[in-house]
């Protein structure tokens, strides 16, 4: 990131945006950027990737959506640096689609960073933050099944984003808002099935 004293959502896209080659970005190569930082910024990547067109892509939302269970079920056993089996840390997308889908999350994610600071902590701090870290991993199993569903893994990886984004920035208030979205998913899980 950019300032370490202080995260923000545009630092988490710019480590995203400098991993991979000329060609291709895997997994592993966005993991690499973020070394043995706190697990809150790796938690928002692929949900911002997801929110982006490239969930268009056939099976990219279930990559990610493992790859987001991995992460909260780290969380939830208090580690601090993940671990991503090979399998899926080779797994990745041409680097223009990357360099497209980060450049559509820019306007959204520097909004969003004007807005976030630290308020309601204590949603963001444990045991609190466990309850939004398991709606996350409820989120992440049911990918699969949302990936046919149109506009519903879109809407489900925004949540997943507001909490990253709260857990990451101390902000209850996008955590409250993750709980929003979180209802609306349902809401539109349920008008569509």
Do not use: H
């Amino acid at each position: 990131m950019t300032d370490e004293t202080k995260p923000s959502l545009g630092g988490v896209l710019d480590k995203v945006a400098e991993a991979g080659d000329d060609d291709s970005v895997s997994v592993g190569q966005i993991l690499d950027q973020f070394g043995d930082r706190s697990l809150a910024p790796v938690l928002l990547v692929p949900a911002l990737l997801t929110a982006s067109p490239l969930s268009g892509i056939p099976g990219v939302p279930t990559v990610t959506g493992l790859i987001v269970a991995l992460i909260v079920v780290q969380m939830l056993m208090g580690r601090n640096t993940l671990w991503v089996p090979q399998v899926l840390a080779r797994q990745g997308v041409s680097k223009s689609k990357m360099e497209k889908a980060v450049s559509f999350l820019r306007k959204p994610v520097g909004w969003l960073d004007k807005l976030m600071k630290p308020r309601l902590t204590w949603l963001a701090s444990r045991p609190w933050s466990y309850l939004a870290l398991v709606i996350c991993l409820i989120i992440a199993v049911t990918t699969p099944v949302m990936e046919f569903l149109p506009f519903a893994i879109s809407i489900a990886a925004v949540a997943i984003g507001f909490f990253a984004a709260g857990i990451l920035m101390r902000d209850g208030v996008m955590i409250l808002i993750g709980y929003v979205v979180v209802g609306l998913t349902v809401y539109t899980v349920a008008q569509v099935t």
